[in-house]
DNA sequence: CTAGTTACAGGATTTGAAATTTGTCACCGA
DNA sequence: TCGGTGACAAATTTCAAATCCTGTAACTAG
C-alpha cells in the first residue's frame, strides 16, 4: 500500500541530501533514503539507476547553483575586468568555505565523487573555466589585458589558483589567512595579466 | 648474545628505509626492522624515542637531501635569477615526481607524516621558502624583478605553484602534460614579477 | 507502461575475539 | 652508563562470521 505521495526525482534529491546531512556520506544507505520516504529501496532504484548516480545527482545541484552564481559575477559587464576576476577567483573560493561551514556531510559527498572521478566534478572545471575564460577575453577586449588565448590564458590562471579552488586544499581553507594570500596571488596575477608587451621571460 | 654491529642510528635508518620499501608504509612495523637487524624491538626503541620518530627520521633524511640538490640550483649566481626561477620551480616538482617513480613507498611514508601535521613537511616548505626568497632577492638585487619584500613574494609565488609543489596535487603529477602547465603559470608569474612599476590592479 | 512491491544473490560492512604491535620497565653485561 | 634483553600492559590490527546493503528480477496494481 503506497498510501500517497507520487515520489518524483526530486523529492528523491531532497530526501538524500536530508539523509547526507544527518548520515554523513559514508553511512548514508540507499535504504535509508527509501525508510525516509515510506517506500521499499527498490522504489528509488526506479528512478536513479545507482547510488553513484543519486550521489551525482545531488552534487551536480550544488555544483549547477554555485556555476550560475558565479555566472552572474563573471558576466557583469558593469565591472572592469581586472576587477571582475578578483572578485570572482574570491567568489570561487567563498561559495565552497560557505558549503564547508553550513553543510561538511555533503562537501564531503562532493570530495568522494570527486576522488572517483566522476564527470561530476571534472564537468564543474570546464564550466568554471569558461566563465573564467570569458572573464579574460572581456579583458583582452577593452586592452586590460593581454592574451593571444582567452581559453589557455583561463587554464593558467585556474592552475595558479588551485590552493584556492581545489577540492584537495579544502582543509586549509578554514586558515582566517587565506583570504589574504588569495588576494596576494591575485596581485600578482594581474600583474602578468597586464603586463605590457611582455618581456622575453625565457632568457 | 648480541653477535655483532654496534646499531646506530644510521644503520636503523637504512633497515627502516628497506622495511618500509618491501612492506609499504602501513604494513612496516618496527618489530619487522627490529628484526632485519637482529636485535628485538626494544634495541630500536634505545635510538629512536617512537615509531613516529623514525618514520620521520628517514623521511627528513629524504628531504634534507632534496634541499640541498634544490639549494644548488637556488644559489647559482651563474644562472641569471628569471632563468633560475623556473628552473627551480621544475626542479621542486621533478624531484618528487622522481620519488613517485622510483620508491614510491617512502614517497607515501612522507605523505602519511604531512597529513599528521608532522614538522617535518613544515620545516621542509620553510626552506623551500627560503630558497625561493633568495632567488627572488637576486633578481630584486639586480633589478629584473620588482618586490618590495622578497620572502612575501617567495610564498605568493610558492601559493601560486601549489599544484605542482603540494602533496595533495601528487596523483596530478604523473599527467604527461604537467611539466608545460607549470612552464605556462611560471611564464604568467614572471611577467607579473618583471611588470615594470606597477598598475594599479586593485582598481 | 509506470511506479511500486517482495524476494534474493553477491558484495560490502560491521562486529567481536584473537593476535600483533607499540611503548615501557626492570634488569644485565662491557 | 650505554646499548642491549625479556616480559608486559594497552592500543591497534587482523580475520572470520554475521549482518547489512546494493542492485536485479519477477510480479502487481493502476
Known amino acids: 500500500m503506497p498510501a500517497r505521495s507520487p515520489l518524483d526525482a526530486d523529492t528523491i534529491l ?9 548520515h554523513g556520506p559514508d553511512k ?13 529501496h527498490a522504489a528509488v532504484y526506479k528512478h536513479f539507476a545507482s547510488k553513484q548516480a543519486l550521489r551525482e545527482a545531488v552534487t551536480r545541484r550544488w555544483l549547477d547553483h554555485n556555476r550560475d552564481t558565479l555566472a552572474v559575477l563573471a558576466a557583469d559587464r558593469t565591472v572592469p575586468p581586472v576587477r571582475r576576476l578578483r572578485i570572482w577567483l574570491h567568489a570561487v573560493l567563498a561559495v565552497k568555505q560557505a558549503k564547508i561551514r553550513e553543510d561538511p556531510e555533503l562537501f564531503a559527498a562532493y570530495g568522494i ?22 572573464i579574460i577575453a572581456d579583458g583582452a577586449a577593452d586592452g586590460s589585458f593581454r592574451t593571444s588565448d582567452a581559453e589557455a ?5 585556474f592552475h595558479a589558483t588551485a590552493k584556492f579552488n581545489h577540492l584537495a586544499h579544502a582543509a586549509e581553507w578554514q586558515n582566517p589567512g587565506i583570504g589574504a594570500e588569495l588576494d596576494e596571488v591575485c596581485s600578482l596575477l594581474l600583474e602578468g595579466l597586464q ?3 611582455s618581456a622575453k621571460n625565457k632568457e
Not at 576522488?115 to 568554471?128: K, Q
Not at 590564458?153 to 590562471?157: G, K
Open 113 to 134: 565523487l570527486a576522488a572517483a572521478h566522476s564527470t561530476v566534478a571534472t564537468d564543474h572545471v570546464a564550466d568554471l573555466l569558461g566563465q573564467l575564460a570569458a
Open 153 to 157: 590564458t583561463a587554464r593558467v590562471v
Open 28 to 40: 548514508a544507505t540507499v535504504v535509508d533514503v527509501a525508510r525516509a520516504l515510506g517506500v521499499t
Open 14 to 22: 531532497a530526501a538524500t541530501e536530508e539523509i547526507l546531512r544527518r
Open 195 to 197: 603586463a605590457p608587451a
